[in-house]
């Protein structure tokens, strides 16, 4: 944090179990967590993720198969997660609101 660097990790965490081992790193090293959850409809991210080529783990003929699976899995930070984890937590439903977040949370220092 010396050199006012954010670190951003883009990554599917469904379920409180994968998002507590960046939790954990966080911690260790003194870093704030700042959690930023895009709404998107399924089919949108169905139809991003077979368009994606060479991606090195879900082939376009897998996307709708593992895209669904996520979904069924996906749980939203409870309120526990967000008042023990988290410094700041926003949910965001469009491409507006996302700048919106995302020039926000790399501003803070």
Known sequence: MANRLSVIVDRCNFDYSQRQVWY?????YHYPVDCVVLQVPVPVCIKRCQ?????????????????NLVHRQ????????????????????????????????????
């Open 74 to 109: 996906w749980r939203i930070p409870s309120r526990d997660e967000q008042g023990e984890f988290l410094r700041g937590y926003q949910v965001v439903r469009n491409s507006t609101e996302f700048n919106e977040a995302l020039a926000g949370y790399l501003i803070q220092k």
């Open 51 to 67: 368009l994606r080529t060479n991606h090195e783990t879900v082939a376009p003929t897998e996307a709708s198969r593992v895209v």
């Open 24 to 28: 954990e790193l966080a911690a260790e």
